[in-house]
């Protein structure tokens, strides 16, 4: 599809909202903080874990909703989206109109927001009343909580409802957002999908514990002819929202802050099993602080809706290299969890894959990830418990030892497993901490007293 074909579709789209919502009345504006108790409990019966909190599972895990497992072809499909998503953040950042992908020429779309990524951490969160639970990729890298949905009036739905989207139509509770009619919103990704749609008020389901009444979010028809979301229906977005960003209140840790006080945490699970998210005094004491954090920075214009953290450091093995005070203060370091391998500075890359070598220099070599992104990796076969270097981030104040698992990426099994890290594309790109190496840690995030606290986790 062209890109002014794709325009078309998208205004069709939007289009079709308007006469939809046209036809309903809006109730009462306010989205308030009400808290009705709701003992649901959505966990596929064979995943073990936590079973309190809002359950986050890995999208290849036996955990799964999909039951899907991870293969090679998978993995390689895992680096090459979050590949895309790492170059939609810098070009967010540094406001790049143009960006060059290999083989593929370039693209003049301005991104507004990121790229959803592999999208591998999913909880299932309710929506409508009755409530119907849809997978969302858990993202703190975007602020936008979105769903698939049908925006069908009462002769053009469906007899038979697809299970992955959301119809406002039969939710008792659905109203139009205070931003109506002036609510459309339209969303190109890096790899030319997209999304049109408008924001709505309704119920939504988090967790065990919580039934958020008019919470706003985004009802979102994916193009389907050149692009969709794998199997996500939609996103959780518990990133910042800049004041510049036009619909900055309709954040989740904005519309929840009389509820949550903007302070959850979370633990991301290895593939194996699953792990959780919390929120508000929930949090604090699921996630106990620890005695140590570090400060999240603010950043001003368009990085402002990022986690930035203070990374001075990382040790592998008995080799500390340190992150230099330039490379620190610009672009900075992010934490996100909708990113899944850690982007340093080439420098300091160059230093800790080296180590890398030297440390697992008794097993064969192997090829690199097909993608290029992770270059030091070794064939482990035959070695069911080899020796993996222990490794620490050093934050401002804080020192995180990262669980095993976090430090090695099995790209085909244990005949490829390589240094989960990868090099920078371009200096100027900030650096991020990725979900693999968050993997098992809980990771609080108190937004109004600027800290992010981090230990040893549950999940």
Same mark, same amino acid.
């Given at each position: 599809?062209?890109?002014?074909?794709?325009?078309?579709?998208?205004?069709?789209?939007?289009?079709?909202?308007?006469?939809?919502?046209?036809?309903?009345?809006?109730?009462?504006?306010?989205?308030?903080?009400?808290?009705?108790?709701?003992?649901?409990?959505?966990?596929?019966?064979?995943?073990?874990?936590?079973?309190?909190?809002?359950?986050?599972?890995?999208?290849?895990?036996?955990?799964?909703?999909?039951?899907?497992?991870?293969?090679?072809?998978?993995?390689?499909?895992?680096?090459?989206?979050?590949?895309?998503?790492?170059?939609?953040?810098?070009?967010?950042?540094?406001?790049?109109?143009?960006?060059?992908?290999?083989?593929?020429?370039?693209?003049? $779309? @301005? %991104?507004? =927001?990121?790229?959803? &990524?592999?999208?591998?951490? !999913?909880?299932? +969160?309710?929506? #409508?009343?009755?409530?119907?639970?849809?997978?969302?990729?858990?993202?703190?890298?975007?602020?936008?909580?979105?769903?698939?949905?049908?925006?069908?009036?009462?002769?053009?739905?469906?007899?038979?409802?697809?299970?992955?989207?959301?119809?406002?139509?039969?939710?008792?509770?659905?109203?139009?957002?205070?931003?109506?009619?002036?609510?459309?919103?339209?969303? $190109? @990704? %890096?790899? =030319?999908?997209?999304? &049109?749609?408008?924001?709505? !008020?309704?119920? +939504?389901?988090? #967790?065990?514990?919580?039934?958020?009444?008019?919470?706003?979010?985004?009802?979102?028809?994916?193009?389907?002819?050149?692009?969709?979301?794998?199997?996500?229906?939609?996103?959780?977005?518990?990133?910042?929202?800049?004041?510049?960003?036009?619909?900055?209140?309709?954040?989740?840790?904005?519309?929840?802050?009389?509820?949550?006080?903007?302070?959850?945490?979370?633990?991301?699970?290895?593939?194996?099993?699953? &792990?959780?998210?919390?929120?508000?005094?929930?949090?604090?004491?699921?996630?106990?602080?620890?005695?140590?954090?570090?400060?999240?920075?603010?950043?001003?214009?368009?990085?402002?809706?990022?986690?930035?953290?203070?990374?001075?450091?990382?040790?592998?093995?008995?080799?500390?290299?340190?992150?230099?005070?330039?490379?620190?203060?610009?672009?900075?370091?992010?934490?996100?969890?909708?990113?899944?391998?850690?982007?340093?500075?080439?420098?300091?890359?160059?230093?800790?894959?080296?180590?890398?070598?030297?440390?697992?220099?008794?097993?064969?070599?192997?090829?690199?990830?097909?993608?290029?992104?992770?270059?030091?990796?070794?064939?482990?076969?035959?070695?069911?418990?080899?020796?993996?270097?222990?490794?620490?981030?050093?934050?401002?104040?804080?020192?995180?030892?990262?669980?095993?698992?976090?430090?090695?990426?099995?790209?085909?099994?244990?005949?490829?497993?390589?240094?989960?890290?990868?090099?920078?594309?371009?200096?100027?790109?900030?650096?991020?901490?990725?979900?693999?190496?968050?993997?098992?840690?809980?990771?609080?995030?108190?937004?109004?007293?600027?800290?992010?606290?981090?230990?040893?986790?549950?999940?």
């Amino acid at each position: 599809m062209t890109g002014s074909s794709a325009l078309m579709a998208i205004g069709h789209i939007l289009m079709c909202y308007t006469l939809f919502f046209s036809f309903h009345a809006n109730k009462a504006l306010g989205y308030g903080a009400t808290v009705v108790e709701s003992n649901k409990s959505h966990a596929p019966p064979s995943c073990s874990g936590t079973t309190t909190g809002l359950r986050v599972v890995h999208k290849y895990g036996p955990c799964s909703p999909s039951g899907l497992n991870k293969t090679s072809a998978v993995a390689s499909q895992i680096l090459a989206q979050d590949k895309l998503r790492v170059r939609a953040m810098n070009s967010r950042l540094h406001d790049r109109r143009t960006i060059g992908l290999e083989g593929e020429g370039t693209t003049d $779309t @301005y %991104l507004q =927001n990121d790229l959803p &990524g592999a999208g591998n951490f !999913l909880v299932s +969160v309710g929506f #409508g009343t009755p409530l119907k639970y849809f997978n969302l990729a858990l993202d703190t890298g975007s602020y936008v909580t979105w769903v698939q949905c049908e925006p069908c009036t009462e002769s053009s739905c469906p007899q038979q409802q697809n299970a992955s989207l959301y119809y406002p139509f039969f939710s008792s509770t659905f109203s139009n957002a205070p931003c109506f009619p002036k609510c459309n919103y339209n969303q $190109t @990704y %890096l790899d =030319n999908s997209m999304s &049109g749609g408008v924001f709505v !008020l309704d119920t +939504v389901s988090i #967790g065990q514990d919580y039934q958020i009444p008019e919470f706003i979010f985004l009802c979102a028809v994916p193009d389907k002819e050149i692009g969709d979301f794998g199997e996500a229906n939609g996103i959780l977005g518990l990133g910042l929202a800049s004041s510049l960003d036009e619909f900055a209140t309709y954040s989740l840790t904005t519309q929840t802050a009389n509820l949550f006080g903007r302070v959850f945490c979370h633990c991301l699970p290895s593939s194996s099993n699953s &792990g959780y998210v919390y929120f508000g005094e929930k949090a604090r004491e699921q996630c106990p602080f620890s005695g140590t954090y570090t400060r999240l920075l603010r950043k001003p214009g368009s990085g402002s809706n990022y986690y930035f953290v203070n990374l001075i450091a990382i040790t592998l093995g008995q080799k500390k290299v340190e992150v230099a005070s330039g490379i620190l203060s610009s672009p900075g370091t992010i934490i996100d969890s909708g990113t899944v391998i850690t982007h340093l500075p080439s420098s300091v890359y160059s230093e800790l894959s080296q180590e890398f070598d030297r440390l697992m220099s008794e097993f064969p070599r192997a090829n690199p990830s097909d993608d290029g992104v992770l270059k030091a990796c070794y064939n482990l076969v035959g070695n069911d418990n080899p020796a993996i270097p222990e490794m620490v981030l050093h934050f401002e104040n804080l020192d995180v030892n990262l669980d095993q698992t976090a430090v090695t990426w099995k790209g085909n099994g244990m005949s490829q497993v390589c240094f989960a890290f990868a090099a920078k594309e371009d200096e100027r790109d900030v650096t991020i901490i990725g979900n693999h190496q968050q993997q098992r840690l809980n990771i609080l995030f108190n937004i109004p007293d600027q800290m992010l606290e981090i230990g040893p986790g549950n999940c």
